[in-house]
């Protein structure tokens, strides 16, 4: 096929070098099929075979909680196995520490790895993390957290839909692809796109160390496109590709007041009490109506277009089934706004938790002289993370209840909003690959969570992003008993496959 140059000029960040992706296009459904490849066995059967069930339960086995310096060995050991297994498809591999860390108090290593394609062929660069999120409330897990569970077609493990899950799906795939290519005698028409692997143990916690690698890495991450699957599907697993993602900041609140718990009877009514003054601050955030009360913080919103809200619409869950995901009725927010505009589209204040005084069993009759509070904001584009956390800080000093001291402390994040033009060649050619996937095609989402990273990655190595997983929300992610299905596993290594031979077409 004959390769042409091409500068993409919906968004001057990213421009990609492939004008071939309009030639695999140009022939509609006809050339999907031509690059369509037949999927072995064990993808149709959904559920992996042994070797790969072993490989995948042995990774979730690894306890990666990569925001607690505890696990950092489980964390270490855990991208010692991955390098292993990339060595494994002939990659070469290398664990990478931010520059100046002593191996004693780093943080968890970055995978980067890099298996080399044909010459000519393009540049995959594809993002995972291998961190998981604490498995807190323990008593709440059914089985386990670190021991994977296989019961009705689910795996059901801390980190086995995020990401572990999705990415290892992502690796089953491509390691299909170069053994039908590369193990077929005569080898199979085409070329083999060059793959780079970035796999991070701090996404979870603000990827503070790729973010101080990536730039020293500038030269060695250029990419055409940048492939990530740490996100969700739509409705009844029809495919979805991500527009945008919201930025996001988390920050710990704390209030002192005594200087130690004080008897309530002896001094109720006297001193100030930190658990009421932190609930009375929290309340504070929001307006009666479900806005954020911070003065300014809204401000720089920059809205969707007709087109943006038109698609996200279109793709929206009912109220019955968050209902039915969650068990309670989708009434945060702010009123008068649909749920697809207050999760897309529209910035949040959270507060994650809330801790003070005494909780555990019988009574103890005392009056905090403390409390924490744990928060999260969820950004949109126009919005600065910087300037959004210096206008929350504001308001809690001037909302501090009388006679209390306020600190706030590790924020962390600083992510901002990423979102992305809908006419890209690499939304098209991903829109064929998966309409070959599911006969309902896909459709675009604008995700309410982050990947604080992607956007970083997205300018430092040219790349033009791609973001299709198929999370689910009965998943559980960030719960206990997160699980991940068998079907889910083989669509996001089906996809794997297929783009990896769409780009290679």
């Known amino acids: 096929m004959r390769r042409r140059r091409l500068a993409l000029t919906a968004n001057a960040t990213w421009s990609i070098r492939w004008g071939w992706v309009f030639n695999i296009l140009s022939d509609g459904k006809r050339a999907v099929k031509q690059w369509r490849m037949v999927i072995m066995s064990e993808i149709s059967s959904e559920r992996p075979n042994s070797k790969e069930l072993a490989e995948y339960f042995e990774l979730l086995r690894f306890p990666t909680v990569g925001a607690d310096p505890m696990h950092l060995r489980d964390c270490v050991q855990c991208a010692m196995w991955l390098k292993k297994w990339l060595e494994g498809i002939g990659a070469d591999v290398q664990l990478l520490l931010p520059p100046g860390e002593s191996v ?17 062929a393009p540049t995959l660069l594809f993002y995972g993390h291998y961190d998981v999120q604490p498995p807190d409330p323990l008593e709440e ?51 083999v796109p060059t793959v780079k692997f970035l796999l991070e143990g701090q996404e979870e916690s603000g990827s503070g160390a790729i973010a101080k690698i990536a730039a020293d890495l500038k030269d060695r991450i250029r990419a055409d496109v940048l492939l990530v699957c740490d996100t969700g599907a739509a409705a009844d697993l029809q495919p979805a590709i991500i527009a945008g993602l919201r930025g996001v900041s988390h920050f710990t609140v704390r209030l002192s007041a005594a200087d130690f718990d004080l008897h309530s009877g002896r001094y109720g009514g006297i001193v100030p009490n930190a658990a009421q003054g932190m609930a009375e601050l929290m309340a504070s955030l929001h307006n009666p109506d479900g806005s954020i009360a911070v003065r300014g913080f809204c401000d720089r919103v920059e809205p969707p277009t007709e087109e943006e809200l038109t698609a996200a619409e279109s793709a929206a869950m009912s109220d019955d089934a968050y209902v039915k995901e969650t068990g309670v009725e989708p009434l945060g927010g702010e009123a008068g706004l649909s749920i697809t505009e207050r999760n897309s589209f529209r910035p949040t204040i959270e507060v994650n938790g809330i801790h003070s005084g005494y909780g555990g069993p019988g009574s103890k009759t005392v009056i905090p002289c403390a409390a924490t509070a744990k928060l999260s904001m969820r950004l949109v584009p126009g919005q600065n993370p910087s300037e959004c956390m210096e206008l929350v800080e ?12 306020l600190s706030v402390e590790d924020v962390t994040g600083d992510a901002p909003a990423m979102r992305l033009p809908l006419n890209s060649p690499v939304f098209r050619l991903a829109a ?71 780009l290679g077409c």
Request: negative net charge; charged residues 25%; hydrophobic residues 35%.
């Open 104 to 120: 004693l108090n780093a943080p968890p290593p970055v995978v980067f790895a890099e298996r080399p394609g044909d010459e000519g």
């Open 141 to 191: 897990w059914q089985t386990p957290p670190f021991e994977p569970i296989e019961r009705d077609g689910r795996v059901y493990c801390r980190g086995a839909q995020d990401d572990k899950g999705q990415f290892f799906s992502f690796l089953c795939g491509l390691r299909d692809f170069l053994s039908e290519f590369e193990g077929s005698v005569p080898r199979k028409e085409g070329s």
């Open 394 to 405: 504001r308001h809690l000093r001037l909302h501090t209840p009388r006679g209390m001291r």
């Open 432 to 502: 064929a690959v998966l309409d070959d996937i599911d006969s309902r095609g896909a459709v675009f989402q604008w995700d309410g969570a982050s990947i604080p990273i992607v956007s970083m990655l997205a300018r430092i190595s040219g790349a033009a992003p791609l973001l299709v997983g198929f999370g689910q929300g009965d998943d559980r992610i960030h719960s206990p008993n997160e699980s991940f299905s068998w079907r889910q596993f083989a669509l996001g290594r089906r996809w794997a496959h297929d783009i990896i031979s769409a």
